[in-house]
C-alpha cells in the first residue's frame, strides 16, 4: 500500500505559476498509474491529470489543457503537477491519487491552491 503527502500549495496571483509535490512511501509510483484531483467549494471533486504507469501517457482535463503538466521523478518516488497561467477558477484543494485494478484507491490529504484575482 502508497502513502501519499501533498505539498506547494498556497497563495498565487492570477496569471502565476506553482507546482505542487506528491511524496509517495511505501511503495514504488511506478507501479501505479497516477492522478490529480482538485475540489472547489462548494463543488464536487474533479478529475484534472493523470499520468499512466508506464509514465508515458499522460491526459488532461479540458479546463487545464496546455496550462497544466503532470510528471513523475521515479527516483524521489514523487509525482508533481506544474501549473502555469493560473485562474481564480483553479483555486481548489488539490489531490493526488494512485490507481491499482482500475480505480483510485489511495489518496492523499490534499493541499490547498487559492488564485488571486
Known amino acids: 500500500q502508497v502513502q501519499l503527502v501533498e505539498s506547494g500549495g498556497g497563495l498565487v496571483q492570477a496569471g502565476g505559476s506553482r507546482r505542487l509535490s506528491c511524496a509517495a512511501s511505501?511503495?514504488?509510483?511506478?507501479?501505479?498509474?497516477m492522478g490529480w484531483f482538485r475540489q472547489a467549494p462548494g463543488k464536487e471533486r474533479e478529475y484534472v491529470a493523470a499520468?499512466?504507469?508506464?509514465?508515458?501517457?499522460?491526459y488532461y482535463a479540458n479546463s487545464v489543457k496546455g496550462r497544466f503538466t503532470i510528471s513523475r521523478d521515479n527516483a524521489k518516488n514523487t509525482v508533481y503537477l506544474q501549473m502555469n497561467n493560473l485562474a481564480a477558477e483553479d483555486t481548489a484543494v488539490y489531490y493526488c491519487?494512485?490507481?491499482?485494478?482500475?480505480?483510485?484507491?489511495?489518496w492523499g490529504q490534499g493541499t490547498q491552491v487559492t488564485v488571486s484575482s
Open positions: 491519487a494512485a490507481a491499482s485494478a482500475g480505480s483510485y484507491r489511495y
Open positions: 511505501g511503495r514504488a509510483i511506478s507501479s501505479y498509474g
Open positions: 499520468l499512466n504507469r508506464d509514465g508515458l501517457n499522460t
